[in-house]
């Protein structure tokens, strides 16, 4: 209960110096809000472009993928003989990478393209068209909005039908009324299935920024074997794009290392597939901004550091003021180490008061710069933390000088100061 009472006999104090004094213990505080200020706003800068693309990556069907793709020509541009003689990524790798380890595959998905001519009633365009199996739609992110999906039977007999996003859809169909309707996609007659919801997704909700997914909308998608089979006559089942789904981020490079194996197997030991980690590319995109992180967080440091250099300088002068107080203290008692907390106690809450003005104006500046960028506020606990952490580390480290010079005065020395 004494040390309780002594400290709040000493935050008391502390409080009466600082409201008494208040231009001085003003500037004492300045540059720790703006070095508080500085780091919070910059980790709040790169949580909130972290967050939304961390949205982007959700939109597009997770991190939880690994595509697969042909590479068409050697490292000299020119492709080998055995290259040549390879038949290509095919349906045969699909099923070769499935028996890996079925427990840890949610999906598998694969993409043919074909560059047509897609005719209906009302429009007459050359298109992308997108073979597809089953997963795809749910792996790429896409929702239907009326009708269905394709069904085992429809990839399994390269059944005729279509599915249109929202862009083609209108494109094709402006008055509606498409579902159940036939049009041609090269010279196959397709009945339109489904029709996919919308996707719109803008990094930035500033006037003009256009949809990032405003290509996805025009989407043209039948089964992959219809264009292999029927419009391509391919009888080997080439793919231009295969993607498992693997829940467990973590199995990926493992998996990817097994799969790799197999595919050399599969292709003559050429490397001419190429494997992408979405989970790899999104931590190297984390570590950049981790960089970002400590670059921000050291001009925060500097800030603290010139703050601290100037807070140092003005209690040494303030001490100088406060000789007499200090030897009337220790004259009826006071222990240099009871002085000695009584300056740290004042200047660890000057430091606690600057760090909690520095994250309003942390929180201020933050929201300004990304509300003139166009694009949501994101903010971790953990900058607060950091941030309030900085600043309480460096007000003790400045306050220790001033502290124990105060502790050290003689009492008689100091009374006899004018």
């Not at 541009?77 to 079925?102: C, F, I, K, V």
């Not at 897609?118 to 909005?145: H, T």
């Amino acid at each position: 209960m004494r040390r309780t009472g002594a400290f709040r006999v000493r935050l008391e104090s502390a409080w009466t110096e600082i409201r008494e004094n208040f231009g001085r213990s003003s500037l004492q505080t300045l540059g720790i809000v703006l070095g508080v200020a500085s780091v919070l706003g910059g980790f709040s800068i790169t949580d909130s472009f972290r967050k939304r693309s961390e949205a982007l990556y959700i939109k597009l069907g997770g991190l939880d993928k690994l595509n697969i793709q042909p590479n068409n020509t050697g490292n000299d541009g020119t492709p080998t003989a055995l290259q040549n003689a390879n038949l290509g990524l095919r349906r045969q790798d699909m099923e070769d990478g499935r028996e890996l380890d079925a427990t840890l595959i949610e999906g598998v998905s694969v993409q043919k393209n074909a560059r047509t001519r897609v005719r209906s009633a009302f429009a007459d365009q050359e298109r992308q068209v997108q073979g597809i199996n089953g997963d795809y739609l749910a792996i790429e992110g896409f929702d239907i909005a009326v009708g269905r999906s394709f069904s085992p039977a429809d990839i399994s007999s390269a059944s005729a039908v279509v599915l249109l996003g929202s862009e083609a859809y209108s494109t094709f169909f402006p008055a509606g009324g498409g579902l159940g309707a036939t049009i041609r996609v090269g010279s196959v007659p397709v009945t339109v299935v489904g029709v996919l919801k919308e996707r719109v997704f803008r990094f930035r909700d500033t006037p003009g920024q256009g949809n990032m997914f405003r290509r996805k909308n025009r989407l043209i998608a039948v089964p992959a074997t219809l264009v292999q089979q029927r419009m391509q006559g391919d009888s080997y089942q080439r793919v231009d794009k295969m993607t498992f789904r693997i829940p467990k981020v973590n199995a990926i490079e493992t998996f990817a290392k097994g799969l790799t194996s197999v595919l050399k197997t599969n292709h003559r030991l050429q490397d001419d597939v190429r494997l992408d980690d979405v989970a790899a590319r999104e931590r190297k995109r984390r570590d950049t901004g981790d960089a970002y992180d400590i670059i921000f967080m050291l001009s925060g440091v500097l800030a603290l550091l010139g703050g601290g250099i100037v807070n140092v300088n003005i209690q040494l002068a303030s001490l100088k003021e406060r000789v007499r107080e200090v030897g009337v203290k220790m004259a009826i008692g006071a222990s240099g180490r009871e002085i000695f907390k009584e300056f740290m106690t004042e200047a660890l809450l000057l430091t606690a008061l600057g760090s909690t003005v520095g994250l309003g104006v942390g929180v201020a500046f933050s929201w300004f710069i990304t509300h003139y960028i166009g694009m949501p506020l994101g903010m971790e606990l953990g900058s607060f933390l950091w941030a309030f952490a900085l600043a309480l580390c460096f007000g003790f480290l400045f306050a220790l000088v001033p502290a124990w010079k105060a502790s050290r005065l003689s009492p008689m020395e100091a009374l006899r100061y004018e």
